[in-house]
């Protein structure tokens, strides 16, 4: 009787134990999804000659953590070569490239949803923020585009 007794308390503490590793896991999923949630709304971020400027928009693959160690392998700058306060990078090279295909000149939205890393310098260093499944506004020439307007959740 006095086994079941301990058996039964041993089972009640490890039901404890996994009820906390739950409300734990739920707490850091719950912050890390309100970091990915609407990052600024709709943003405009000049995109000049965007394949000659890829290199300060457009990424095959990037995670938050990278945002200060892409700034300055690319060496994104503002104006005046200070450190840029924001910069949008856009997940996708040739996606992106691939929203002026058989479009006008002019200003159009992306039909395929976009992941967009948002780095923002604060205290002298980069942090990211992700946005996730993204439509972009770009303005297309020659079916490229030339200016990226803004992104917002679709």
Known sequence: MRSQHREQEKKYELFLVIIQLLYALFTLCCVTLCQFVDIHGVREVTW???????????IDDMNIS?????????????????KKETNTFITGEKDVKAICKDKPDGKTQSTN????VVCTLTQGTYWGKIGYFQILTVECKDELPVHFYNHSRG
Not at 48 to 58: P, Y
Not at 113 to 116: G, T
């Open 66 to 82: 990278d945002c200060e160690t892409v700034m300055q392998q690319r060496r994104i700058t503002d104006k005046n070569n200070m």
């Open 48 to 58: 000049q000659k965007v394949l000659g400027s890829t290199t300060r928009h457009v």
């Open 113 to 116: 949803k976009f992941n967009v």
